[in-house]
């Protein structure tokens, strides 16, 4: 089994500053590790992905994603966050054993940037 | 090049009733998977389909079935609709499916509404 959790429902940044989205997960084995972010009625969009090699993912948009096997946790990353960074974000997870492509979504969490 | 296509966008339905909601991938894109969104929550996947044959299917009732085309366009159906189906229903391609690092890539969805 596979699962994600993401701690925050929310997280408050002023424009300008560093942002931190927190996200661990567990699965039987290796993991693959994304990170989608979706906006007001819209589905959801790609922004990076970890799959080996360094423990740190660069992605669209600025973003960056931080893997730590030791503590489960693949946490997304931005050093100067933007108003228009505002937004539902999620992490994902499947098991690269698994020969199909399901993703198990956390429950996402809420980015507000104020200016 | 065109992004995953969903349609409708909008329905509202009745309990009892059934609906057919209809999905086109990115162009070269074999692999088509659907997932529920419930407000406030994550996606949860449905089903997966690869080369118009079902790989994965997630803890969802029978009264749930879909399936792929020869253009690898794909169909998901829900019957005897409960109000608890109301959610918004999103489809994702894929280029390929085993043991693939590849990300999915997400329509816009389409918003059921079960009155």
């Known amino acids: 089994a596979q699962s994600v959790a993401q701690p925050e429902d929310q997280v408050n940044v002023a424009e300008g500053n560093p942002l931190t989205v927190k996200c661990t997960y567990s699965v039987s084995g290796n993991p693959y590790l994304f990170w989608y972010v979706q906006y007001p009625n819209r589905g959801l969009q790609f922004l990076l992905k970890y799959i080996t090699g360094d423990n740190l993912v660069k992605g669209s948009y600025g973003f960056e994603a931080e893997f730590n096997k030791s503590q489960t946790s693949f946490h997304l990353k931005k050093p100067s966050a933007l108003v228009s960074d505002s937004a539902l974000y999620f992490c994902?997870?499947?098991?690269?054993?698994?020969?199909?492509?399901?993703?198990?979504f956390g429950g996402g969490t809420r980015l507000m940037v104020k200016p | 090049d065109a992004g995953v296509t969903q349609s409708p966008t909008h329905l509202i339905k009745t309990r009892g009733q059934h609906v057919t909601l209809r999905c086109s991938p990115i162009?070269?894109?074999?692999?088509v998977s659907w997932y529920q969104q419930v407000l406030g929550q994550g996606p949860q996947f449905i089903f997966q389909y690869y080369e118009k044959e079902e790989r994965g299917r997630g803890n969802f009732p029978d009264r749930f079935s879909a399936r792929q085309f020869p253009n690898y366009s794909s169909e998901l159906n829900v019957n005897a609709l409960l109000l608890g189906d109301s959610a918004l229903y999103l489809c994702?391609?894929?280029?390929?499916?085993?043991?693939?690092?590849?990300?999915?890539?997400f329509g816009d969805g389409t918003r059921l509404s079960i009155l």
């Open positions: 994702a391609s894929s280029l390929v499916t085993d043991y693939s690092n590849q990300p999915q890539h």
């Open positions: 162009s070269g894109h074999k692999s």
């Open positions: 994902a997870v499947r098991d690269i054993n698994n020969a199909g492509n399901m993703l198990t």
